[in-house]
Antibody, heavy 119, light 111 residues
Framework: QVQLQESGPGLLKPSETLSLTCTVS????????WSWIRQPPGKGLEWIGY???????NYNPSLKSRVTISVDRSQRQFSLKVSSVTAADTAVYYC?????????????WGQGTLVTVSS | QSVLTQPPSASGTPGQRVTISCSGS????????VNWYQQLPGTAPKLLIY???ERPSGVPDRFSGSKSGTSASLAISGLQSEDEAHYYC????????????FGGGTKLIVL
């Protein structure tokens, strides 16, 4: 059974860098695409980007200049960094995995972690 | 403004069949498979339908998906109170460097 768990600070000040980590258990981190997805309070889902085991990445063009996704295979973790955050980055951040059922669906999800940006 | 268009809400009574639409364009739904997610209140989204019309193990056959051209639909038959949730369609968009795109979500209310 695949399990994903997000971790990281829940409160940031404007202009700081958001850093989150997703720990993977029950699956090989080298066999799937790993994505970050966020959901502002009361709003819909927004795909942030993904990383593949080869460390190739793809980012949402609207966030690309501020986002970095990386993987640490030895720790079975992948990470998200978003620089220069503003209140608009306040959201629940989910990590998700692709590759169990299809090459395009988000098959596994973490429980999500709320990140609030406030001065 | 979401790339994929869904109605903001839908409703039905227990036992009824409801459908939720998802409209896109040639570069997204027209070129890629569609997936559907169910988000129960206060929880993470869960994969409901993948590759247009396939169900992951454990998803009841009351849920079905279809796709035609640049639109897709999710149908729920034998509606139950526990189906009250938000439903999101999603795919990938070839015109946006292959980015993932979601619909704005549909709140299903079981009357």
């Amino acid at each position: 059974q695949v399990q994903l768990q997000e971790s990281g600070p829940g409160l940031l000040k404007p202009s700081e860098t958001l850093s989150l980590t997703c720990t993977v258990s029950g699956a090989s981190i080298s066999s799937y695409y790993w994505s970050w997805i966020r959901q502002p309070p009361g709003k819909g889902l927004e795909w942030i980007g993904y990383i593949y085991y080869s460390e190739s990445t793809n980012y949402n063009p609207s966030l690309k200049s501020r986002v970095t996704i990386s993987v640490d295979r030895s720790q079975r973790q992948f990470s998200l960094k978003v620089s220069s955050v503003t209140a608009a980055d306040t959201a629940v951040y989910y990590c998700a995995g692709t590759g169990e059922y299809s090459s395009s669906s988000f098959d596994f999800w973490g429980q999500g972690t709320l990140v609030t940006v406030s001065s | 403004q979401s790339v994929l268009t869904q109605p903001p809400s839908a409703s039905g009574t227990p036992g009824q069949r409801v459908t939720i639409s998802c409209s896109g364009s040639n570069s997204n739904i027209g070129s890629n498979t569609v997936n559907w997610y169910q988000q129960l209140p206060g929880t993470a989204p869960k994969l409901l339908i993948y590759s247009n019309d396939e169900r992951p193990s454990g998803v009841p056959d009351r849920f079905s998906g279809s796709k035609s051209g640049t639109s897709a639909s999710l149908a729920i038959s034998g509606l139950q109170s526990e189906d009250e949730a938000h439903y999101y369609c999603a795919t990938w968009d070839d015109s946006l460097n292959g980015q993932g795109v979601f619909g704005g979500g549909t709140k299903l209310i079981v009357l």
